[in-house]
């Protein structure tokens, strides 16, 4: 024990809320807190949320953050004036696309980039599609290109040349040429941001990066300012979209690595916790304000993808943990289309005004009033201190006006009706993630958390044939707990373009090698501890005429000088994922190397989950706090009302039940009963017949 506690603390700022989790590690104890996010200002927030647990700054070791900074200003479209300068004839890069269409169907779309058409500037070079210097960069012609976007108030500089990939040199020399001209440090290189092969996606990212630079970077300085003011001299870590975090200057470089930070922490929790408690296959269900966000982990191990797109034409090449988003927040509102079928969002009524049942002047019904109205919402106690109390009448009135009355049926059936929707939606996502993708549901456990995942959790394993449901402790501040998990991480990419049999195979190794020291220095940097410190290699591969690839993990790993990989090695580790993918190989056709991908992992010291257990003494009896009528399958049922964190270790419930905690509340349906294991998590599962 110490006087002076040295506190990790997770923060995820949400639409609606601020999520805290506060691990002393002094002391050996856990906190969370819960407080309304503060959309114009998300420092406010931040730091009224550490302030509700620790009241001396200097008493805290790191901060890892969690931020929706990047993601909002992608999907509100307010990023930074920005300009681009390219190669001459492929100003159009960012609005041909992949000639896609926001909708499939009809005659025309219409799509605006979000760098417009006059700030994106054409300069003389030419660079190969095998790296030769066709024509070199003027250095000068770039200056004049950088000036006239300035005095047309761009505040930061997209650099994008055809064939980077293959060699960066025009646009390295028109970087430094940017550089000397431009008044602040916002000036981007698609050879740096992401030197791979496919012009529009390099473009993309490129291009959003230095869209959200400015303001990524104001938000970050702003912040760190407030926490040095406040006495705070410990590290700030930024959560990334691949689940790993990164350092502040870092950040503010790469910002367009955070466009999934908080949902990516939420997998991370997600995966460790459901892995200790002996359910390595898991799929993580993150419902908050405004969408419900879900994840396959298998094996313990979250599912990557190579790319995502925020919206429509903002592609975003980087890895990100795959995670599919739909709106069925409990914010989400529920309505009636010309067709008279119910729908459930995507709109919002997001944390301002919120639900009716705020009674901040929304009149429209959502997926929370509908869980006020059919009592499984305690009117009386709301999670995140914002209101004293939720306005049933509100509620009710909403889902009459616009539910009820249009579908011709009572208010508890329309409410009833609401929850099904959304459910059945959820459900969707779900599938899509598993069994659409091979993966048998009764494998696998739902992991509902956010502010109203556990809510639903019951009919989720129902409605998708999931085997269990496993809740943790504090669900409403499960992407927080995440934050504090994490582990640092820093990936590359580079194009190789080549096929197995002409591969220059000391080449790879040397490179490889080079990539993998570069990336482990920029973990020593950070000045972070670690447990320890990996290097991961991965090769995008395919048949010679293919065009879509496979992610080809190497059994290589670096020893501080080589790698040892082989081609025998790579072509064993190709002929045995692809064999895996598509059941059998293609005999005979050369085998096609595209990129190199490497991760190197710095593996942050974890916390004992059991930290997290209710304390020993207790019975299930001393929790029950009350009964309430909730409205279940179009009757009433008396549901018993539990003090959720005062359950002790190996607890059964019986549904119907309902049990409250500052963050969530979790409803057990009359044929599921519930049990708490050793580290405080839910299981939820069928009755025994």
């Known amino acids: 024990m110490t006087d002076r506690p040295a506190y990790v603390i997770g923060v995820d700022v949400g639409g609606t809320f601020t999520d805290v989790f506060f691990l002393d590690q002094a002391n050996d104890v856990c906190n969370v807190a819960k407080v309304p996010s503060t959309p114009a200002n998300q420092a406010e927030g931040f730091l009224a949320g550490i302030q509700a647990g620790v009241d001396d700054f200097a008493e805290i070791a790191t901060i890892v953050h969690g931020t929706t900074v990047a993601t909002n200003a992608l999907l509100e479209r307010k990023g930074a004036r920005t300009g681009v300068i390219t190669t001459r004839g492929f100003r159009d890069v960012l609005e041909m696309r992949r000639r896609d269409r926001p909708h499939t169907w009809g005659l ?36 004049a290109a950088a000036r006239r976007l300035l005095e047309a108030g761009a505040e930061s500089l997209c650099i994008f040349f055809i064939n980077s990939y293959a060699n960066p040199a025009n646009e390295q020399a028109a970087l430094a040429a940017a550089r000397a001209v431009w008044p602040n440090d916002h000036v981007n290189a698609a050879s740096d941001i992401l030197p791979e092969i496919r012009e529009f996606e390099r473009a993309s990212t490129t291009a959003l990066n230095a869209y959200l630079q400015p303001g990524v970077a104001r938000y970050l300085d702003r912040l760190r300012d407030r926490l040095t003011s406040d006495g705070f001299g410990g590290q700030v870590l930024i959560v990334q979209s691949n689940g790993g975090v990164m350092s502040v200057d870092t950040a503010r470089s790469l910002p367009v690595r955070t466009a999934l930070s908080g949902p990516a922490a939420g997998v991370i929790a997600g995966a460790e916790i459901a892995t200790a408690a002996g359910y390595p296959n898991v799929i993580t269900c993150d419902m908050g304000g405004t969408s419900f966000d879900v994840s396959l982990v298998a094996e313990g191990h979250a599912s990557l993808s190579a790319q995502t797109s925020i919206d429509f034409g903002m592609v975003v090449r980087t890895p990100m943990i795959e995670i599919t988003t739909i709106g069925a927040g409990g914010g989400s509102i529920a309505w009636v289309d010309t067709g008279g079928l119910l729908q459930i969002g995507p709109e919002s009524a997001g944390s301002d005004p919120g639900p009716a049942c705020y009674g901040l002047g929304n009149t429209r019904p959502t997926v929370t009033d509908a869980n006020v109205v059919l009592g499984r919402i305690n009117a009386d106690r709301p999670i995140g201190g914002k209101l004293d109390r939720l306005d049933v009448d509100a ?18 059936a329309a409410a009833e009706a609401v929850i099904r929707v959304a459910n059945a939606s959820m459900a969707g996502a779900i599938r899509l993630v598993s069994i659409e993708r091979g993966h048998d549901p009764r494998r696998f456990v739902a992991m509902p958390f956010g502010g109203g995942g556990s809510l639903h959790a019951g009919a989720l394993i129902k409605e998708v044939g999931l085997a269990k449901a496993l ?24 194009t190789l373009n080549t096929t197995l049999d002409d591969i220059d195979i000391a080449a790879l190794d040397q490179r490889m090698s080079e990539t993998a020291g570069s990336l482990l220095a920029r973990l020593d940097e950070s000045g972070v501890p670690f447990d320890d410190r990996t290097c991961r290699f ?3 591969m395919l048949y010679l005429g293919q065009t879509h690839t496979v992610a080809v993990p190497l059994p290589v790993s670096f020893d501080g000088e080589r790698t040892g990989v082989t081609a025998e090695t790579i072509r064993e580790a190709f002929e045995a994922t692809y064999k895996d993918a598509y059941g059998r190989l293609l005999d005979g056709l050369p085998i096609r190397i595209l990129n190199l991908r490497t991760a190197a992992i710095g593996t942050r010291p974890k916390f004992d989950l059991t930290l997290l257990a209710p304390e020993a003494g207790k019975s299930a009896d001393a929790a029950r706090t009350g009964e309430r009528r909730v409205w279940v399958d179009g009757g009433w049922h008396d549901a018993t009302i539990y003090a959720r964190l005062d359950l002790p270790a190996g607890a059964g419930i019986p549904g119907p039940a309902i ?25 939820i599962e069928r009755k025994e017949p």
């Open 538 to 540: 991965e090769l995008d």
């Open 395 to 412: 509620a009710r009135q909403a889902i009459q006006t616009h539910v009820a009355a249009p579908l011709g049926l009572d208010v508890m």
């Open 108 to 143: 025309w779309g219409t799509f605006e980039p979000v760098v417009p058409r006059d700030l994106r500037v054409e300069v003389g070079e030419r660079v190969l599609a095998d790296g030769t210097v066709h024509q070199a960069v003027d250095a000068d012609e770039v200056q």
């Open 659 to 683: 049990l409250e905690q500052p963050d969530t509340t979790i409803f057990i349906e009359p044929d599921l009963r519930g049990e708490v294991d050793r580290f405080g998590n839910l299981i």
């Open 471 to 494: 809740v943790p402790r504090f669900p409403g501040v499960t992407s927080a707990l995440g934050c504090v998990i994490a582990d640092m991480r820093h990936d590359s990419v580079q």
